[in-house]
């Protein structure tokens, strides 16, 4: 009867994997573009760490340029924080 549960529990876990990895890679555009067909999972993990970094990669070079901007225009120091504080969230 346990080895009948393990069984069960280990095929719910399965098609839950599966259910999340099939919903990660309709959230990846270079995935969901291509066509409908199901990619491995280890393919669609691989896209959605490649997918995090260029999104990190964006985050940073936006910041940068807003740092520039924020430089190169003449606001009083309150204004400064209060923009700060804004772009925090």
């Known amino acids: 009867m346990s080895s009948q549960r393990n069984s069960r529990d280990s ?11 099939s919903r990660l890679q309709l959230l990846l555009p270079q995935l969901n573009q291509r066509n409908n067909s199901r990619q491995s999972a280890s393919k669609i993990l691989q896209e959605t760490l490649n997918h995090i970094r260029r999104l990190q990669k964006e985050v940073e070079d936006l910041s940068e ?15 400064r924080r ?8």
């Open 65 to 79: 340029r807003l740092t520039q901007l924020m430089d190169s225009v003449d606001i009083n120091d309150n204004d």
């Open 11 to 21: 095929k719910l876990k399965e098609k839950q994997i599966n259910d999340l990895v």
């Open 82 to 89: 209060t923009l700060e504080n804004f772009f925090q969230y």
